[in-house]
């Protein structure tokens, strides 16, 4: 892969900017609530910023990897900082950039232990970041596990319904899964001989293939719990359902992407026979995903833990695009982890919204919602559309990708892919009726609509729907640069 | 003679001499032996900081002082630095006996410095049982409840059968190479490898070790020692003298070095049952100090991840991570006794509120346990991943996967603290701390995390440093 070093530290920036907001909110009391929101808004905001323009300045022609900063750090192990942009993780660069500056903005309203809470998110989209640009494996895991651990105190401290259990349950299986992939992680680099951390580098090594199918397995199980693969999701709708509203659009947003690009990053790079042999099974395990996402989102009251396996069935199908190896379905599951993260945000954003008023999500006590509260329901509505995989929405684009992909490689899984999803789109649009426009719920008659301000997030986020869905092209191609070269190397 | 070799050594044996006078007192005057003890301490660490770089062999070349065994020296000084600045309010020990507690631990510094810097079996065994003594006194020091006689006899009980095995495992090697010098006996143990006495004298010298560093089977004294002992005192316990066991081990284990298979296959065998008992154990404690207690017996074990590779990497990673664990270690100990401003034991629940009732407190609290849980971007993360890959080097995969499993395991014990100091209601009023301890919190959350994130300069430090024991 070609490297161009980069003339400004923008990526380091980015990775800063939450930390320096961080470090300034220690300093504050929690009685500056505006001048703390102030500072997290501005801190997310540069990092949002700076993630449009690395989207935006990244030179397709040119191709490989831009922006590139590189220095050693720790020479006795060969581990480097090693920051990077291409086509693949500038997208979700930029869709961590979204949700970290919608949650702040959705936060708003917050009023409990204010400070604690946006020093943690800023400590957690913080190593969202540095995973996405990393491409030393020491960092990589590094920003792995700081984007996970501090969920546990999101959760525990300001989350809801069951939130211990889910606080607990969440971090021992995410740490479960560091434990498979630390010594996946480290099998690699002590075989290659070249003693470095250095992703590059080590894709240049040809591991054995016993190495190589023992290591990616590890790290598919291990980076799979993250990303909710079947059937190792069974933290993610509970920790959906309890965590705080901007925590589950991080959550659901970016988080699970985290594993689903870890995949594809570090284990499909490194390990392609591993991911040639274990193929199959990577995709019987996204199929089942889908299927079973779906159907036990039909049986839900709740309109979270709809939204949490619904989450789990649109990860399968990032999963069944990467379980292809093709350069359609690659394209498609990078786009869908774009598109289903701002998707997701979009559907946390607004349930948080109605929540946040009436303190219930149950679809049959909200009733007839939309005469109520119509633009609150509306992006609800938009979201739920996006979801069904409406025409004119980013994540149709994304899943035709991936299904057309799908069903030549694996014509029975990716049919039963499709028919789930026509399945569930079906009663996607049941659960919204059923929410939106049945009779309204007297109890909840005097409530006032979504002011301006408050709408504003939401808007951003079906800004870019709604954009990339008009204009797939801008995304697929920026994608294109990076995945033709990724899978000759393969 | 350059007195300097010997100047760390010189410096704390004047400041146990001042310390006995203080003691000889008829007044008690508490402030001003604290201030004393404190002052010295200081002026120790920066005398062992001044020596760092020395280099020499004295006392007949049973004494070898070079930056491997300084830098083991200036951690043990600023080690016990720390505990004296926690020891402001030694509420559990009568006023009269305030200073022999001071002159007990300088003692005990002595000992292990010396301990460190030994190449000679009879020597190692004399500095052993200094410092050991001391904290066999400083025990059952505490004022109270019948825990602390328990507490001191099992420390003392156990702590003479592992000296007894030690011995005997010293009389072993003495035996069948004819010398006590290292440096002599390190080209004859391959003489050795058909028969057992080597394997046997070493592991049973190893013992006196695995003692002080409370590794399986030799862990028996930690819960019950951590829990009577005075906080200050366990809290010296738990760092700077688990440092020095580290140094020795270090040392020692090298005598094994070209065994093979036998006598890494033993530590392998301790390492994985250190950690995973420790773990398991420390699930259901409710007392802070005895899960604390399990915890460090499965530290014991991470450490011994990192001896076993015999590698300069792998001997690296755990110089750095003894010294890793002696200040994340501490930030926790001196949370407790902040909160405990009695000097009680403290149950994991009491820290009920910390997050209001301190917040400073808090965050240095939740930065020790996530370094102790492995949790980045802390020391202990880094430490961790080092010792893992150094031992991933050499093949040790089982070993890795099961240390990383048992990461995640300790993380439910350690969140229990977070989740006590994070999520429950208080019930106590605010703490208020002197601005002594409040700088001590900054720069102990900054230690953990900047050597966490930048640890290059520890790491090259603990290279050269273990060149010289190689």
């Known amino acids: 892969m070609t490297e161009h070093l980069a003339s400004f530290p923008y990526l380091s920036c980015m990775l800063l900017s939450p930390v320096a907001g961080l470090f300034i909110l220690l300093f504050l009391k929690e009685e500056q609530r505006t001048l703390i929101r102030g500072v997290s808004l501005v801190s997310a905001g540069m990092a949002f910023a700076l993630s449009i323009y690395t989207f935006v300045a990244y030179d397709k022609q040119l191709g490989g990897l831009q922006f590139v900063e590189k220095y050693e750090w720790v020479k006795g192990f060969g581990i480097t900082y090693f920051v990077g942009v291409e086509g693949m993780n500038a997208p979700l660069l930029l869709l961590t950039g979204i949700v970290i500056f919608t949650g702040v903005l959705t936060m708003w309203e917050l009023q409990d232990r204010v400070k604690e809470y946006f020093i943690f998110q800023l400590a957690l989209v913080t190593g969202v970041f540095g995973v996405f640009m990393s491409y030393d494996l020491f960092f990589f895991f590094l920003f792995y596990e700081i984007a996970v651990v501090p969920m546990y105190i999101l959760i525990l401290i300001w989350g809801s319904t069951r939130k211990e259990y889910a606080a607990m349950k969440l971090t021992l299986y995410l740490m479960a899964g560091s434990g498979l992939i630390i010594p996946g992680m480290l099998l690699l680099y002590s075989s290659s001989g070249i003693a470095t951390f250095n992703m590059v580098a080590l894709h240049a090594v040809q591991f054995s293939p016993w190495i190589q199918k023992v290591v990616f397995v590890l790290l598919l199980l291990g980076f799979g719990v993250l990303a909710a693969v079947w059937p190792f999701h069974t933290w993610s709708p509970v920790g959906h359902v309890a965590a705080p509203t901007a925590v589950s659009m991080l959550h659901a947003g970016v988080l699970m992407k985290l594993g689903s690009f870890a995949i594809l990053r570090v284990a499909m790079y490194l390990c392609p026979q591993g991911f040639q042999y274990w193929a199959e099974f990577m995709g019987l395990l996204a199929a089942v995903g889908i299927v079973y996402g779906v159907f036990v989102g039909l049986a839900q009251t709740d309109l979270k833990y709809v939204i949490g396996y619904s989450s789990v069935s649109h990860m399968g199908i990032v999963g069944l695009g990467l379980a292809t190896g093709t350069v359609d379905g690659l394209n498609g599951a990078v786009f869908q982890m774009f598109a289903h993260g701002v998707m997701t945000a979009l559907f946390f954003s607004a349930v948080g919204f109605i929540y946040d008023r009436t303190h219930t999500r149950e679809i049959h006590e909200l009733g007839g919602f939309s005469k109520i509260m119509p633009v609150a329901s509306a992006f609800f509505i938009t979201a739920a559309l996006c979801g069904a995989g409406v025409p004119g929405m980013a994540s149709f684009w994304a899943e035709l990708l991936v299904l057309i992909a799908a069903v030549q490689v694996f014509p029975v899984r990716g049919l039963a892919a499709i028919a789930a999803l026509v399945v569930g789109a079906l009663f996607a649009l049941r659960v919204v009726q059923n929410t939106f426009f049945n009779k309204p719920n007297p109890k909840f008659v005097h409530f006032e609509d979504v002011s301006p301000f408050l709408g504003l997030p939401r808007m951003i986020l079906i800004g870019f729907l709604i954009f990339f869905g008009i204009f797939p092209q801008t995304m697929v191609s920026l994608i294109k640069t990076s995945i033709v070269p990724f899978i000759k190397g393969m | ?470």
């Open chain 2, 1 to 470: 003679m350059n007195v300097l070799l010997f100047g760390p050594e010189l410096f704390y044996l004047g400041m146990a001499l001042v310390l006995f006078f203080f003691s000889l007192q008829r007044r008690v005057q508490v402030e001003r032996t604290y201030w004393a003890a404190l002052g010295l301490a200081a002026a120790g660490f920066v005398v062992a900081l001044y020596c760092l770089f020395q280099n020499g062999e004295i006392f007949f070349r049973a004494y070898k002082v070079d930056l491997f065994s300084q830098i083991f020296k200036a951690a043990l000084a600023l080690g016990l630095f720390l505990v004296m600045m926690i020891s402001r309010n030694l509420a559990h020990i009568e006023p009269r006996y305030h200073a022999e507690f001071f002159f007990f631990l300088t003692t005990c510094t002595l000992g292990m410095m010396m301990l460190v810097s030994s190449v000679e079996l009879l020597t190692i065994y004399v500095a052993l049982e200094l410092s050991s003594y001391s904290l066999y006194i400083l025990v059952p020091l505490r004022k109270g409840d019948g825990l602390d006689v328990e507490a001191g006899i099992k420390y003392l009980f156990i702590g003479a059968v592992s000296s007894g095995f030690m011995l005997f495992g010293l009389g072993y090697i003495f035996g069948a190479t004819h010398s006590t010098y290292l440096s002599e006996i390190i080209p004859r143990m391959p003489e050795l490898l058909a028969s057992p006495i080597g394997l046997v004298g070493l592991l049973l010298t190893l013992a006196g070790l695995f003692f002080k560093l409370s590794v399986f089977p030799f862990h028996f004294w930690a819960p019950d020692v951590y829990q009577g002992g005075a906080n200050q005192v366990v809290t010296f316990i738990a760092t700077a003298s688990k440092a020095a066991a580290v140094a020795v081990i270090l040392r020692l284990a090298m005598l094994g070095a070209k065994y093979g298979y036998s006598f890494t296959q033993a530590l392998v065998v301790l390492s994985i049952v250190s950690m995973t008992l420790g773990n398991l154990v420390a699930i259901i404690q409710k007392d802070f100090k005895r899960m604390l207690a399990y915890s460090s017996i499965a530290h014991a074990g991470y450490v011994l991840i990192g001896v076993i590779t015999f590698q300069e990497l792998g001997y690296a990673s755990a110089v750095y991570y003894a010294l890793a664990y002696l200040v994340m270690n501490f930030t926790v100990f001196m949370v407790l006794s902040e909160v405990a401003t009695d000097g009680q034991d403290l149950k994991i629940e009491e820290l009920a509120g910390l997050y209001s009732r301190s917040p400073l407190l808090t965050m240095s609290l939740i930065l020790g346990i996530f370094a102790l849980a492995g949790v980045p971007p802390s020391i202990g993360f880094t430490g961790k991943l080092l010792l893992f890959t150094s031992a991933m080097n050499e093949g040790y995969f089982w070993l890795v996967l099961i240390g990383a499993v048992n990461g995640t395991v300790s993380l439910y014990y350690y969140l229990k603290v977070v989740y006590a100091a994070y999520f429950l209601e208080p019930r106590q009023g605010p703490l208020q701390l002197s601005w002594p301890t409040k700088a001590l919190n900054w720069t102990l959350c900054s230690a953990i995390l900047v050597f966490g994130v930048f640890p290059d300069g520890l790491v090259e430090l603990a290279r050269t440093a273990v060149r010289m024991v190689l």
